[in-house]
Nanobody
Framework: QVQLVESGGGLVQPGGSLRLSCAAS????????MSWYRQVPGKQRELVSA???????NYADSVKGRFTISRDNAKNTVYLQMNSLKPEDTAVYYC???????????????WGQGTQVTVSS
């Protein structure tokens, strides 16, 4: 079993910054992609950014140039540095990881519990 625990959300003024963290623990043999998604009420969950185990990254157009994803493979942790935040970034942010566990030939997707980010003056 694998658990993802997020932290770092909160209330910030427009133009401010926040850093989200997501640590994976449990029966982990390897982690491929780690990603951040966000969701607002009434809308589908959307991909914000993703990073492979080799460090390749991709971003949603709406956050390019403002958000930076990174990971520490030794700590099984992914980060999302969010700068120049806008009210439209307000959402619940979820961490996702594709994890291969010991004893299993295929990986599986796991989700964190979500952390609220609110951008408001």
């Amino acid at each position: 079993q694998v658990q993802l625990v997020e932290s770092g959300g909160g209330l910030v003024q427009p133009g401010g910054s926040l850093r989200l963290s997501c640590a994976a623990s449990g029966s982990i043999f390897s982690i491929n992609a780690m990603s951040w998604y966000r969701q607002v009420p009434g809308k589908q969950r959307e991909l914000v950014s993703a990073i492979t185990s080799g460090g390749n990254t991709n971003y949603a157009d709406s956050v390019k140039g403002r958000f930076t994803i990174s990971r520490d493979n030794a700590k099984n942790t992914v980060y999302l540095q969010m700068n120049s935040l806008k009210p439209e970034d307000t959402a619940v942010y979820y961490c996702n990881a594709h994890v291969k566990s010991y004893g299993y030939s295929k990986g599986a997707d796991y989700w964190g519990q979500g952390t609220q980010v609110t951008v408001s003056s």
